[in-house]
Structures are given as structure tokens and as C-alpha cells.
């Protein structure tokens, strides 16, 4: 059985990495892109002997502070993981016997990811609540991520997440009952 693939995307802090587990909570197989990296960077022999050669380091808040200055070295670090990640993400998709399966991409308009899957769940949240869980918008990174707005509009489903778990866990259950209905 080939899954509905879904990707869930959003902002810095917006709450993705929990509207995944809320996925996870109702059976769904799920997969981060941020833990894939995380993988890749501390148990892939390549990787890591990539970055150490670059940066001297495979400690990844070291590598960070030295990319999101360089956008020469941010271009140089995601040529290096997406294909891997890209890779990773097929595997584990193709090894699935489920009905959906969802992956959590924070780029994933950025890098052109959304025609890969069937449906694109977009979470937000109001700067104010993002700052209330550590992280605020004015996050380096954010410069280079497209507006909250923008990503709404081109998404198949799109929660603004402001209240509480119950509420987001509501949402992934309807989103779960729109698949489907399809």
C-alpha cells in the first residue's frame, strides 16, 4: 500500500514538531527531517568527516553559528545533507504499509519539497506565543523563510496554533478524516 504522504511545515516555534506527535498519537508513521539530520550528522561516517574538513567540527550549534552568517556555507551544508535527508525520507516512505504517513519538513517550500507529497499541512502561531516557547520569530533563520502567510495559502490545511493540545490534537483528527474522505 503506497501512503497518502503529508508533510507538515510551518515557522520557527510555531509548533510543528508537536503537531507531528500528535499525528504519531493517533497511529500515524511519522518522520522529522530535523532528526534525520540530526542522524546524519552524528552517526554517518561521511557527513561527519565532511564537516569536520569545512568546519572543524560536527557539533552542530557550532556549525550553525558559522552558516546562518555564510550563505556561501549554507548553501555548501544543505548541498551536502538534503540529498541524504531527500534519500532518507523515500526509504523510509517506500518501507511503509500504512494508509498515511506524515514527515515533518520545516523548508519544505523553501527547498521546492511540496510536490513530493499529497498534502501539506502548514502550522503557525502568533509571534507572541512563539516567543513564550523560546523561540521568536527574529530567529536568524528567519529571514530566509517565506511568510506565514504565504505558506498558509499554498497549503491543503492550515492551523494556527495558539491554544491548547486538545485543540491541535482536533485538528490533526480532522485533517486525518478530510484524507480520508478523499
Not at 518522520?31 to 557527513?47: G, K, Q, T, W
Not at 523548508?107 to 498534502?119: H, I
Amino acid at each position: 500500500m503506497t501512503p497518502v504522504r503529508v508533510a507538515v511545515t510551518g515557522g520557527i516555534g510555531a509548533g510543528k514538531s508537536e503537531a507531528l506527535r500528535a499525528f504519531a498519537r493517533r497511529g500515524i508513521p511519522t518522520l522529522s527531517a530535523d532528526e534525520v539530520v540530526h542522524d546524519l550528522i552524528a552517526n554517518d561516517a561521511e557527513v561527519r568527516a565532511a564537516l569536520e574538513g569545512r568546519f572543524g567540527t560536527t557539533d552542530r550549534a557550532r556549525i550553525a553559528a558559522i552558516v546562518f552568517r555564510d550563505q556561501d556555507e549554507l548553501a555548501w551544508l544543505e548541498a551536502l545533507l538534503h540529498p541524504r535527508v531527500r534519500r532518507a525520507e523515500q526509504a523510509w516512505l517506500d518501507g511503509l504499509d500504512a494508509p498515511v504517513a506524515v514527515v515533518e519538513i520545516p523548508l519544505l517550500y523553501e527547498v521546492g519539497r511540496e510536490g513530493g507529497f499529497d498534502a501539506v499541512v502548514t502550522i503557525t502561531a502568533p509571534a507572541e506565543v512563539r516567543a513564550s516557547r523560546g523561540r521568536p520569530p527574529e530567529d536568524a533563520r528567519a529571514s530566509r523563510l517565506l511568510p506565514d502567510e504565504e505558506k498558509v495559502a499554498r497549503a491543503d490545511f492550515a492551523y494556527v496554533n495558539d491554544g491548547t493540545l486538545a485543540q491541535l490534537d482536533a485538528f490533526v483528527g480532522e485533517v486525518l478524516e478530510r484524507l480520508h474522505a478523499r
